[in-house]
């Protein structure tokens, strides 16, 4: 799921007459897997509990976290220096190691056990519970802790993802998810359209865009490096192996 692309789309744009360190850019940005999507569809056919829906999900964690430390090599190889290229990357794997520990045995037992049980409750209707607002307080706090550790040795990305990993395991359930969600959606939904408006939709010009070279080689990187190589990523699953590589994908 992440070798495939890297490779395939690598070598494709070095055929199309891109220089090395472009080309692995490009096989690098078709190397990532949609968690979120996966997660949500999966949720909706309810087949998230069975083996290959774990498999999906795992398959698809692994490959952000890999597509997250190639993209932070990739920043580094610009100007080569040992301790950003190869220390910093060492040490910020170490660390999402030891985060992803902390996400299973450390935070659910301090928030579910220590910390919500000793919130106050409010009195009257209140629309958000004290308990959710120390459980968004400590989320927001962690997701600033963990992406500035992680920013100095190589992307805030790695940060930002563990941090979402660390309360995967609280319960109830997805409850985490619903507070960040609800107290985020408005913000998060105007931000995605400043993000978006000014980074991807102003960077390429339109006229390229539609050109007929354009298409074709689009098109061709699309179909191969982008799809095809997801697709295919599963062979040893049985006969699961085209719906996890269709999820991959």
């Not at 990739?74 to 060492?90: A, N, R, T, Y």
């Not at 450390?106 to 308990?131: E, H, M, T, Y």
């Not at 607002?133 to 927001?140: G, K, Q, T, V």
Request: charged content about 10%; hydrophobic content about 55%; aromatic content about 12%.
């Amino acid at each position: 799921g992440t070798i495939l692309p890297l490779i395939t789309g690598t070598l494709l744009s070095m055929a199309y007459g891109v220089e090395l360190l472009a080309s692995v850019s490009v096989g690098t940005a078709l190397a990532p897997t949609s968690v979120g999507i996966a997660l949500r569809l999966l949720g909706e056919a309810g087949v998230l509990a069975h083996d290959f829906g774990q498999a999906i999900i795992t398959a698809a964690f692994v490959d952000d976290i890999l597509s997250l430390i190639l993209f932070n090599v990739l920043f580094s190889l610009k100007e080569f220096d040992v301790m950003k290229v190869v220390v910093f990357p060492i040490i910020g794997v170490t660390f999402m190691l030891i985060a992803m520990v902390g996400a299973v045995k450390f935070w659910p037992q301090v928030l579910n056990d220590w910390i919500l049980p000793k919130i106050p409750k409010k009195r009257g209707d209140a629309k958000i519970s004290g308990s959710d607002e120390a459980l968004f307080l400590i989320m927001f706090l962690l997701l600033v802790v963990y992406a500035t550790i992680t920013h100095f040795l190589g992307t805030h990305l790695w940060g930002c993802f563990i941090a979402g990993m660390s309360f995967a395991c609280v319960k109830p359930m997805h409850h985490p998810h619903h507070v960040w969600v609800k107290q985020t959606k408005r913000i998060t939904t105007w931000m995605i359209r400043v993000f978006f408006s000014a980074t991807v939709a102003f960077s390429i010009p339109v006229g390229n865009l539609l050109s007929f070279e354009a298409f074709w080689k689009g098109s061709l990187m699309g179909i191969g490096p982008c799809i095809l190589t997801k697709v295919c990523c599963a062979p040893f699953m049985g006969d699961a192996r085209w719906v996890i590589g269709w999820a991959m994908v």
